[in-house]
């Protein structure tokens, strides 16, 4: 059973997890303007998990060097981090065995959209009592999330959330050197998606006219035709899931559904291009802001705390949504990607 941690504990720790993001956050505001599109984009590694950009490297140096100077010892930690290949704890030598939680991290979730100064991306991070190896996404109970403008805009959100504490939400000016100002936000209350957004993620090439087919057919499932037609729902392809969830959040979207690694999996094409439990690691502010996410069959997100298993995960907005769409998706998902 999960150790559930104090609510001060959690408070203090969604406290740090906040400072950690704003460090980085500054550094990468810091370094984009010395550097090149060209520098940004080139490739530092490829790992298992995903390959890694310059941009991202600069991200990991921040989170390592915060963590070093920053982290309260007297609660070690370790770290499960996208481009970390090793363990690491906080403080340095402390065997795993001895950490008292775990913290997992997307240093850049929108790296693509970011680089290119297309679209925000996101720094994800969340905590849990640590289990070992048996620690999941359930087991998270403290998560942040702060927004990596693009250098058009003069604002960057961060929210985040402690299990049964809510959801905190902070707007930063970046023309005042990061001056906060509270900000709130909440998940659309609508009953239907019709005239609304409401997206099947498809990202690449690969699998996409099978996701395209699904969706589709999801919709038709839902509402039935319209004229002959399928019903007027409109998709955002927002290629960062930090960034899909802030727009569930927001109340921009209501609904979302990351199906890669099924439609993947049946096309046998491995699943590379899939997402991974660093990229949901902030499903908690959804949760605690009322929206309701979970894998597509309806049950809890049970990924465990890795970089490298592949995630299927949907997004409501609401209750009423989710009692809506769930059944129908889960035919769909039968008939289509089965």
């Not at 659309?188 to 969706?215: K, N």
């Not at 929206?291 to 990924?303: F, Q, R, T, V, W």
């Amino acid at each position: 059973m999960t150790r559930t941690l104090a609510a001060d504990e959690k408070e203090a720790l969604r406290q740090q997890l906040c400072a950690m993001q704003q460090y980085v956050l500054e550094e990468l505001l810091v370094e984009r303007a010395k550097r090149s599109i060209e520098t940004l984009t080139s490739v530092s590694e490829e790992t298992a998990a995903d390959v890694i950009y310059q941009i991202d490297a600069i991200a990991d140096r921040a989170i390592l060097e915060w963590f070093a100077k920053h982290w309260d010892n007297q609660s070690p930690v370790q770290i499960i981090m996208e481009g970390l290949e090793d363990a690491l704890t906080f403080p340095h030598g402390t065997a795993v065995e001895d950490t008292t939680l775990k913290c997992i991290i997307d240093p850049i979730d929108g790296t693509r959209g970011i680089m290119y100064d297309k679209r925000s991306a996101w720094i994800l991070a969340a905590i849990a009592p640590q289990h070992g190896e048996t620690n999941t996404i359930q087991d998270l109970q403290v998560a942040t999330m702060t927004e990596i403008p693009t250098t058009r805009q003069w604002r960057s959100d961060q929210l985040s959330a402690t299990q049964g504490g809510g959801v905190i939400g902070w707007a930063f000016d970046l023309r005042e050197g990061l001056a906060p100002t509270a900000a709130h936000f909440r998940p659309s209350q609508a009953s239907e998606v019709r005239h609304a957004f409401a997206t099947v993620s498809r990202f690449f090439p690969e699998a996409c006219e099978l996701l395209a087919q699904f969706e589709e057919a999801l919709c038709l499932e839902v509402y039935g035709p319209e004229d002959g037609h399928a019903p007027l729902i409109f998709n955002d392809q927002y290629i960062s899931n930090g960034g899909q969830f802030y727009e569930i959040l927001s109340g921009h979207d209501r609904f979302v559904a990351d199906l890669r690694p099924l439609a993947l999996e049946k096309l046998g094409l491995g699943n590379k291009l899939s997402g991974h439990p660093y990229d949901i690691c902030c499903a908690l502010i959804l949760q605690e802001a009322g929206a309701i996410i979970e894998k597509p069959d309806g049950s809890p997100l049970d990924y465990p705390l890795d970089t490298t298993t592949p995630v299927s995960w949907v997004a409501y907005a609401n209750q009423t949504l989710a009692g809506q769409i769930r059944p129908a998706l889960i035919r769909t998902v039968e008939q289509v990607l089965a």
